[in-house]
């Protein structure tokens, strides 16, 4: 038997959908032991949970005796520490949110205790919400949304022409299931696509063709500061700016002025350099700044999805197969 240990909240129905998928799985999961939701899909729970001894005991038992997780306890670093140290026969760990890779490299395994275990991310999973964020920044952004709501405040009432997607262009930088998702939706809207991968297109010559940008790039050390004054300045006057990948991928002083100037017409922003975005950050004041506190991704659909993918690295793992969404150690994405 292989001994699952669920060490995230999610639904009961969910639980038994992973109970069935083979019956060599010992699937355990002891709600009471983790933090409840706070709302749907909530993996770190209420941060004011605290666990009574008797339950920290019966917790740290339960970890100890899995061969696979499911989840990041809490989501927090020292807890994967703590989770690999005290379960010496895990061998298999999936996160349950795209960028699990950061997480994990922030937790100070030992090149060892990485290379025995498989790690996977849910990468893939917020492909459609995340998608659809983007479409929505885009059109925002083309329809005036920050003016639309200014009048509306003000109780003004006048009339003027806004700008349509069709037969723009747009740029996805990060061609992955997420960038692959916003083209088909971008294409939908009579837009022409261009798109930059790691290993292929040139960006800063399809830069200068872009009115629109989109990133959806995992950060690493080769995208940390990619998108800098140099970079922004490449777009032409009055492009928009769309990030739901990673905040560090952008210089955010540098976009600050590009927003300030007019040189950009506006961003859509999901993720930031620092998060929570600090209160004296400028952008949370610039009308020309979509703003949402990295919450794109969090569909009320995203648990089945997630356990969808999850069953299928289980059939995968009892079969020795390649697992899907497998997070490189080196790379941490």
Not at 71 to 83: F, H, K, L, M
Not at 202 to 226: F, I, K, M, N, Q
Not at 242 to 262: F, P, S, T, Y
Not at 290 to 299: E, F, Q, R, V
Request: glycine letters at 8%.
């Amino acid at each position: 038997m292989v001994r699952v240990v669920i060490a995230t909240p999610i639904e009961d129905e969910l639980v038994e959908r992973l109970r069935a998928v083979d019956e060599r799985l010992d699937v355990a999961y002891e709600g009471d032991l983790l933090p409840p939701p706070r709302y749907p899909c909530d993996h770190a729970g209420d941060p004011e949970f605290r666990r009574t001894p008797e339950q920290e005991e019966r917790f740290t038992r339960l970890v100890a005796g899995a061969e696979v997780l499911f989840g990041y306890p809490r989501e927090d670093p020292s807890q994967i520490a703590w989770a690999v140290r005290v379960a010496p026969g895990l061998r298999f760990v999936q996160g349950t949110f795209a960028g699990a890779g950061q997480q994990l490299a922030a937790a100070g395994l030992t090149r060892e205790e990485l290379d025995r275990i498989a790690w996977t991310s849910s990468a893939g999973v917020h492909a459609t919400p995340l998608a659809e964020w983007s479409l929505f920044g885009l059109l925002a952004l083309a329809k005036d949304l920050p003016r639309l709501l200014r009048d509306k405040e003000q109780h003004h009432w006048d009339h003027y022409p806004v700008d349509e997607l069709r037969g723009r262009t747009v740029l996805v930088v990060g061609l992955g299931e997420i960038g692959t998702e916003v083209a088909r939706l971008a294409e939908a809207f009579g837009m022409t696509v261009l798109s930059v991968t790691r290993r292929k297109g040139d960006l800063d010559e399809l830069l200068p063709r872009a009115d629109a940008v989109v990133l959806t790039l995992p950060l690493t050390d080769e995208t940390r500061g990619l998108f800098g004054r140099e970079r922004l300045e490449l777009m032409p006057r009055g492009a928009m700016l769309v990030n739901v990948g990673r905040g560090g991928v952008i210089d955010e002083d540098a976009l600050v002025a590009a927003l300030r100037d007019g040189r950009l017409r506006g961003a859509a922003l999901d993720v930031f350099a620092q998060e929570p975005l600090p209160p004296d950050s400028p952008l949370w004041e610039l009308d020309n700044v979509i703003l949402s506190p990295h919450t794109a991704a969090l569909s009320r659909r995203e648990n089945e999805r997630i356990v969808e993918l999850f069953a299928d690295n289980l059939r995968r793992y009892l079969a020795g197969e390649e697992l899907r969404s497998r997070i490189r150690t080196d790379l941490f994405y």
